[in-house]
Nanobody, 123 residues
Framework: QVRLVESGGGTVQAGDSLRLSCGFS????????MGWFRQAPGQGREFVAA????????NYADSVKGRFTISRGSANNTAYLQMTNLKPEDTAVYYC????????????????WGQGTQVTVSS
């Protein structure tokens, strides 16, 4: 069974940066696409960014293009989300997800989810 554990959330000011991490265990990391989704209070869970399995491509939501970067480290089975120039509208619980997906931005195609980490951006 795959287990995902997020870390790195916190409270920052607008314009600051944060890096989220997602530790992966239980299966072969390089066989899974990894994604980040977020959910603000009263809103649905939306796609943020994702990266295909080892050597594959990436996809980003328009709202984060140019500010967020997703990466994966096979040496330590961890996916990262580097977030820069954070805005108050980025405030949400961020979830890591893993799966054998055809469409990186399709939430329903991911099989495994972490517990989430809170990111709060003050103006």
């Amino acid at each position: 069974q795959v287990r995902l554990v997020e870390s790195g959330g916190g409270t920052v000011q607008a314009g600051d940066s944060l890096r989220l991490s997602c530790g992966f265990s239980g299966r072969t990391f390089n066989n899974y696409a990894m994604g980040w989704f977020r959910q603000a209070p009263g809103q649905g869970r939306e796609f943020v960014a994702a990266v295909m399995w080892f050597g594959g491509g990436t996809n980003y939501a328009d709202s984060v293009k140019g500010r967020f970067t997703i990466s994966r480290g096979s040496a330590n089975n961890t996916a990262y989300l580097q977030m820069t120039n954070l805005k108050p509208e980025d405030t949400a619980v961020y979830y890591c997800a893993g799966g054998h997906v055809k469409h990186l931005n399709f939430r329903r195609e991911y099989d495994y989810w972490g517990q989430g980490t809170q990111v709060t951006v003050s103006s």
